[in-house]
């Protein structure tokens, strides 16, 4: 396996491997089963810590497209495709506002109670 990775410009270098590896084995550079660089071997090529390679590692094995395996290497996993799949959101979405809004309270001061403060009258509900 040869695989390129390489570190340009400024970033988080974890994120910036990480991204690199998932493309590989999204796109089939990288097939089932096949084996990652060894966490040394690769930090020492691209002149970075071992641990911003084995958090990068971490990562995928924790979205399920690496395994580990203890004593011998981390592998990518069977279907890395299938556990990358990620629905899009659908177009238009916000997160809703969640607190001190009217509606929130409406019900709160039509019941006879005082909204909490900062949260504007009963009669402007």
């Not at 060894?38 to 924790?62: I, K």
């Not at 299938?82 to 899009?88: F, G, L």
């Not at 709160?108 to 403060?117: D, I, L, M």
């Amino acid at each position: 396996m040869d695989i390129h990775v390489g570190l340009a410009g400024p970033g988080d270098r974890a994120s910036g491997i990480y991204r690199q590896l998932l493309d590989a084995i999204l796109d089939g550079r990288l097939r089932p089963g096949e084996r990652l660089p060894p966490t040394r071997e690769l930090a020492r090529r691209l002149d970075v810590a071992r641990n911003t390679v084995l958090v990068a590692y971490a990562r995928l094995t924790a979205e399920g497209l690496a395994v580990a395996r203890a004593g011998a290497a981390t592998f990518v996993t069977d279907e890395p495709a299938a556990r990358a799949a990620r629905p899009a959101p659908a177009a238009g979405v916000r997160p809703r506002a969640l607190l001190h809004t009217e509606a929130m309270w409406a019900g709160w001061c039509r019941a006879g109670r005082p909204p909490p403060p900062g949260c504007g009258s009963p009669s402007a509900l």
